[in-house]
């Protein structure tokens, strides 16, 4: 089944924010840098219990992102197999969907939430997102506001994972991101 103009969009932004090399090109070294500099920005060492898991998740995750669009097997995946892969059976539908990135944005909450409260407050959210996304700090700021669903200032695992199904499987233009700075 296509998929729309806006999500067509919204992959490419994201596909950019995971391809920090700018080559064109997402291949497990980009997904494994980007655990890396998460755990530089939260001062964990490479060896921490935390730094390892999501380290591990962002490997579960290329693998999984391998499987379903490098269709090529070349061992890289251009930004076409990417937004295909998410209009193709596993990653168009949500449940499938949810197993991939839960255990991912559970890891990352687990490393990211720099005060041990089980959620993301609004500062580690934007840290988070400046070393996770190279986001602006307006940008993340803004998304916090709006992905902070019930108002308590905070983002819990379960609204990360509402957000994340929202943004990959809508079509709706007022989910899509700002490109990352370059």
């Given at each position: ?25 997402i291949d ?9 500099r998460?755990?530089?920005a ?6 921490s ?13 290329w693998q999984?992102?391998?499987?379903h669009?490098d ?6 995946i251009s930004?076409d ?7 193709s ?9 949810d197993?991939?990135y ?20 609004e ?6 997102m ?23 200032g ?11 199904t929202?943004?990959y ?6 989910l ?7």
């Open positions: 089944m296509p998929i729309s103009e806006v999500r067509v969009r919204t992959l490419a932004v994201r596909f950019q924010h995971w391809d920090r090399d700018a080559n064109g090109y497990r070294s980009d997904l494994e840098d980007s655990a890396r998460v755990g530089e939260f001062g964990q060492a490479a060896d219990p935390e730094h390892l898991a999501l380290t591990t998740s962002c490997r579960q995750l999984t992102l391998a499987q669009a269709v090529d097997l070349d061992g890289r930004q197999e990417y937004v295909s892969a998410f209009s059976e596993v990653m168009a539908e949500a449940d499938a969907f197993r991939v839960r255990a991912l944005l559970q890891d990352v909450v687990n490393l990211a939430d720099a005060d041990g409260d089980g959620k993301l407050n500062e580690e959210y934007l840290r988070l400046r070393s996770w996304y190279n986001a602006e700090d307006s940008d993340a700021a803004a998304a916090f506001r709006r992905l902070d669903r019930d108002g308590d905070f983002l819990s695992h379960e609204e990360l994972i509402r957000s994340a929202d943004f499987l809508s079509d709706d233009p007022f899509q991101p700002p490109p990352p700075r370059r």
